[in-house]
């Protein structure tokens, strides 16, 4: 039987050494697109597919991300106070129920598989979805819904697609693509960062994953790979052949929020569709006479 999807993982244990000195003292994944973290946007997805535990993998100096999550009882005083009902609302509205949410540390980072595999007890025997909040997914149903429904159908196991330029293929894990079926393609190999001359393709993973519980089999005592980290996309490459395996081509914008250009963009796209700032914004790309 194809069980269902209830729990997702979020990876946040990484550095962060992209936007120091940013986040030299605040975790990657508390910068704000807009005036919501990132972090936030991807357990709001989660929810929006239905998620009911949310698992945090965290590392040293991540305890703003758990503050987040929880209520902040001085500022709800205030802003009740102030009559900032609204804000109160919001702020009350995005904070999973007591006992949603967990937190187990990585203690060394040694990658997005070993990460992942750090989250096997509190997973358990059960398929999971793994979200990382560095791709931020702008998309009218949430993308993990999207492939919720579509791994309801399929079973086993999916990754998010995408198509990249041939010379990106060194920044991504890529499939060998098998059958195509709608939105739907059959993932036939896996390589984790291959130059673009080994590509064996320019479909790429981006960081949405439905996993059957197999995998922390094949996560167990891996060996270091590309970029001497224990990659989730080798233990994934190993369960080709097993269960069903499907990249899923999902409908919606991402941006790479790991990287400046992307994280800007982001802001841009999100800011424009909020009614109190398109116009202010859209001024101020007037004013700079491109
Ligand atoms: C990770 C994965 C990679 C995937 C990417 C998507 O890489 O290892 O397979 O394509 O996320 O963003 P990272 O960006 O953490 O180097």
New binding site residues.
């Given amino acids: 039987m194809n069980r269902p999807v209830r729990k997702a993982v979020f990876p946040v244990g990484?550095l962060g050494t992209r936007f120091l000195p940013a986040t030299k003292a605040m975790p990657k994944e508390m910068l704000p697109v807009v005036d919501k973290p990132l972090i936030q946007y991807a357990v709001e997805e989660a929810q929006a597919a239905g998620i009911e535990e949310f698992i945090f993998v965290t590392g040293r100096g991540k305890s703003a991300i758990e503050n987040h999550f929880d209520r902040s009882v001085e500022l709800e005083a205030l802003l009740a106070e102030k009559a900032k009902g609204d804000v109160l609302k919001e702020l009350l509205g995005s904070v999973p129920e007591p006992g949603q949410v967990s937190y187990t540390r990585q203690m060394d980072p040694l990658g997005?598989g070993h990460a992942v595999w750090c989250a096997r007890y509190l997973v358990g025997d059960e398929p999971f979805a793994v979200l990382?909040a560095?791709?931020l997914i702008k998309a009218d149903t949430s993308c993990l819904k999207q492939m919720v429904d579509a791994q309801a159908e399929t079973g086993g196991n999916m990754i998010a697609l995408m198509d990249v330029p041939h010379d990106h293929t060194s920044?991504?894990?890529?499939i060998a693509p098998g059958t195509v079926n709608g939105r739907l393609t059959e993932v036939t190999g896996l390589v984790?960062?291959p130059k673009p001359a080994e590509a064996p393709s320019t479909q790429?993973?981006?960081?949405r994953y439905i996993l059957q519980p197999e995998v922390f089999k094949h996560l167990a005592g891996q060996q270091k790979g590309?970029?001497g980290e224990i990659?989730?996309?080798d233990a994934l490459a190993r369960m080709i052949g097993g269960a069903p395996f499907h990249g899923y081509r999902f409908e919606g914008t991402r941006f790479?929020c790991?990287d400046k250009v992307g994280f800007f963009e982001a802001n841009l796209a999100f800011a424009l569709e909020r009614e109190d700032l398109r116009d202010g914004v859209i001024a101020f790309i007037k004013k700079l006479g491109l």
């Fill in positions: 990484g997005l990382l560095d791709d920044r991504y894990g890529i984790e960062k790429a993973v981006v960081g590309a970029g990659q989730l996309t790479d790991g």
